[in-house]
């Protein structure tokens, strides 16, 4: 579906017919934003090195990305944050964005929640990828996305939470694309093939003020 400014994918079970059918109701939201994807890739690129320094690994949010990565740094920084204009202007397009999505599954005058923010960024090396896992399934469980920065060639694939063998939802990493998506669902990218590396910038959407109890204050308001 072709909503104006952006794309939705929808997954809805038809009625259950017994007590134990499966039911699911989702929505893939795909954006095409007009942002400084290059200097996004230089602003983290240098972030990378700084944040490697000054922080220990955690968890890696089971991406198997590793104790290397920035990712496993996600809840020692955030990228909105880091008080450049272009990082300013991804999180006003967040908020506009879902937003959007909101009131297109809720109605045109549906107020969205208050909300905070949790944003890092993911960069993804020659023969690396990230493995299938999911960001939350407890009951304050929200939406969660993200924007490429830069990718050749890569996929981020998101798997139906029952039909895990058939009904996957294979999208392009395209620089610029913003995607939002419920948070328990499972996603996995493929692997960068190339020496340039895939970089994304991802990020949780929360009512609560704080998910782990050992992170930093890296919540903000969205
Ligand atoms: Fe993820």
């Not at 996995?188 to 093939?193: A, C, H, I, P, R």
Request: net charge negative; charged share 25%; hydrophobic share 30%.
């Amino acid at each position: 579906m072709n909503i104006n400014e952006w794309c939705a994918i929808q997954y809805k079970s038809d009625p259950p017919q017994s007590p134990f059918a499966p039911t699911w109701d989702y929505t893939i939201g795909e954006k095409q934003i007009d942002i400084d994807c290059e200097q996004l890739k230089n602003i983290i690129l240098e972030k990378e090195k700084e944040i490697k320094e000054e922080f220990p690994a955690s968890s890696d949010g089971n991406t198997g990305l590793g104790p290397d990565s920035l990712t496993s740094r996600f809840r020692h920084f955030n990228v909105l944050s880091w008080g450049y204009e272009v990082t300013d202007q991804l999180h006003e397009e967040i908020k506009k964005f879902h937003k959007q999505y909101y009131r297109s599954l809720f109605g045109a005058f549906a107020t969205p929640p208050k909300l905070n923010i949790r944003c890092w960024a993911n960069v993804l090396r020659k023969g690396e990828r990230i493995k299938q896992h999911w960001h939350s399934i407890h009951p304050h469980t929200y939406l969660g996305g993200h924007l490429t920065v830069t990718a050749t060639d890569t996929k981020t694939i998101y798997v139906h939470p029952y039909d895990d063998i058939g009904r996957k939802y294979e999208a392009e990493n395209v620089p610029g694309k913003l995607t939002l998506f419920p948070n328990y669902l499972p996603h996995y990218t493929t692997v960068n093939q190339y020496d340039s590396p895939r970089i994304t910038i991802a990020f949780d959407l929360t009512s609560l003020n704080s998910i782990f109890t050992d992170d930093d204050n890296t919540l903000i308001p969205l």
